[in-house]
């Protein structure tokens, strides 16, 4: 197998999120297996190994690169980057999610507070990443309000594209509208959750399930200036020959610096699909 740099576009677009839900892998299974998979072909594909906070103390003096999920309010942002520090973890990035639907400006000043509070301690370093995730069931007008405050401190947004759920994945309306607000406030963002493949489909669950590769062409053409509608249309477009042949004329690379990365339970899916459409070259 290929063992030169990927293009641009594809490197670090998968972080590894194993022990999340549907796979949910033990944890010393799935961080053995990242390991491997940082020196396997295709190493370039995979980010950093997404953990919860809570597992933090099991990988102890791990070599591997962390990106650390808060599973509490902004009260455990101290407790989360503080944990690395003493075990000599390597936390990649930071991700929280927004706790109080019903006032979501409130919750991200706290989380900007506790991440500016963690800072000026030497808990986290000025050059982490921190990913916010606001309730998907706001108002409209409460979650761009929160998101101004997340992007105003210079923190990134993270957006839900899937779960356990059918309410678990937005509408393609909705989540245009997510990426038009991140770059109208030239901010990042990374997804989570239901993007195991590059185009959209019915998964054999009997949910709509987005595709990153429509998400990564969306990105880029409402950057372009594309219209709402158009982007929609990317969003839910499902001939993987369409999309294939929209790429090829797009600059994918500069909009990863918007769509950063997703996580993923499943790093062989998004693998499978970039190989099987010829964006990846075959081994």
């Known amino acids: 197998m290929s063992t030169e740099p990927l293009p641009p576009t594809w490197r670090g677009l998968v972080d590894d999120a194993a022990v999340f839900p549907p796979g949910d892998a033990p944890l010393h299974e799935?961080?053995?297996a990242h390991a491997e998979r940082r020196q396997a072909a295709y190493a370039d594909l995979v980010g950093p190994f997404v953990v919860r906070d809570t597992d933090v103390p099991l990988l102890r003096g791990t070599p591997l690169a962390l990106a650390v999920v808060v599973t509490g309010g902004a009260g455990q942002v101290a407790g989360a980057a503080g944990l690395g520090q003493r075990l000599g973890i390597d936390v990649a990035g930071l991700e929280i999610a927004l706790r109080d639907p019903a006032d979501p400006v409130g919750a991200a000043r706290r989380v900007v507070a506790a991440v500016d509070d963690a800072r000026n301690q030497g808990l986290l370093d000025d050059d982490v990443p921190?990913?916010?995730?606001?309730?998907?069931?706001?108002?409209?007008?409460?979650?761009?309000?929160?998101?101004?405050?997340?992007?105003?401190?210079?923190?990134?947004?993270?957006?839900?594209?899937?779960g356990l759920e059918a309410t678990a994945y937005p509408?393609?309306?909705?989540?245009?509208?997510?990426?038009?607000?991140?770059?109208?406030?030239?901010?990042?963002?990374?997804?989570?959750?239901?993007?195991?493949?590059?185009?959209?489909?019915?998964?054999?669950?009997?949910?709509?399930?987005?595709?990153?590769?429509?998400?990564?062409i969306a990105t880029r053409q409402a950057f372009d200036g594309s219209s709402r509608g158009e982007v929609e249309a990317i969003l839910e477009q499902r001939e993987p020959a369409v999309l294939v042949?929209?790429?090829?004329?797009?600059?994918?690379?500069?909009?990863?610096?918007?769509?950063?990365?997703?996580?993923?339970?499943?790093?062989?899916?998004?693998?499978?699909?970039?190989?099987?459409?010829?964006?990846?070259?075959?081994?």
């Open 30 to 32: 799935a961080s053995a």
């Open 130 to 162: 921190v990913f916010v995730e606001i309730p998907a069931s706001c108002p409209e007008p409460l979650w761009l309000a929160a998101a101004d405050e997340i992007t105003a401190a210079e923190h990134r947004l993270k957006f839900r594209t899937g």
């Open 171 to 216: 509408s393609a309306t909705t989540l245009a509208g997510w990426i038009d607000a991140a770059l109208d406030r030239e901010t990042p963002f990374k997804c989570t959750a239901g993007l195991h493949r590059a185009v959209r489909h019915t998964g054999d669950d009997g949910f709509e399930h987005h595709g990153f590769l429509n998400l990564l």
């Open 245 to 283: 042949e929209t790429a090829a004329g797009l600059d994918l690379a500069g909009a990863r610096r918007w769509f950063t990365s997703f996580g993923s339970c499943s790093i062989s899916e998004p693998l499978d699909d970039l190989l099987a459409l010829g964006l990846l070259e075959e081994p």
